[in-house]
């Protein structure tokens, strides 16, 4: 029988982070279907030069964005569960997500078209994985996610 006595209580930095994450990457998710299924309020907030750049960007860039966002989720989830793959899913979004950082930011234009706010905003998703890799690994340590 398993003494759940011993098991350390969930702190609330946990949920937090947890939910907060959730929050993220779902919008993640949400942004990646909007413009693989072509959604009006996606395409139309772009600008002209935008939506080419999109759209003639190779499937592999689309690919590697949806693997980094529902990677995320999944981390995500993961954590809200208390699960120790939350570490290897922010992993892979992160993997995923520098893998379509390449391409926008040195394989492509994507630097000019999409301005200093797209690379700015790479950079701060990146980021934001890395700290959720460095939060799942320390909760994965300490015993918080199993």
């Excluded at 930095?13 to 279907?33: R, T």
């Excluded at 299924?37 to 002209?48: D, E, K």
Aim: overall charge positive; hydrophobic content about 55%; aromatic content about 14%.
């Amino acid at each position: 029988m398993v003494d759940i006595s011993k098991r350390p209580t969930t702190p609330w930095h946990l949920w937090a982070i947890g939910a907060a994450s959730v929050l993220w990457n779902g919008v993640g998710v949400w942004q990646w279907y909007q413009k693989v299924t072509g959604a009006q309020a996606y395409w139309s907030a772009l600008t002209m030069e935008q939506v080419f750049y999109l759209r003639s960007a190779p499937l592999w860039t689309d690919v590697a964005y949806g693997v980094a966002v529902w990677c995320g989720l999944l981390g995500a989830l993961m954590l809200l569960l208390r699960r120790k793959l939350a570490f290897n899913a922010f992993v892979a979004g992160l993997i995923a997500m520098l893998a379509h950082a390449a391409y926008v930011l040195a394989l492509s234009n994507g630097r000019e078209v999409l301005g200093a706010g797209g690379t700015a905003f790479t950079l701060v998703v990146a980021l934001i994985f890395a700290v959720q890799i460095a939060y799942s690994h320390w909760a994965r340590r300490r015993g918080l996610i199993r």
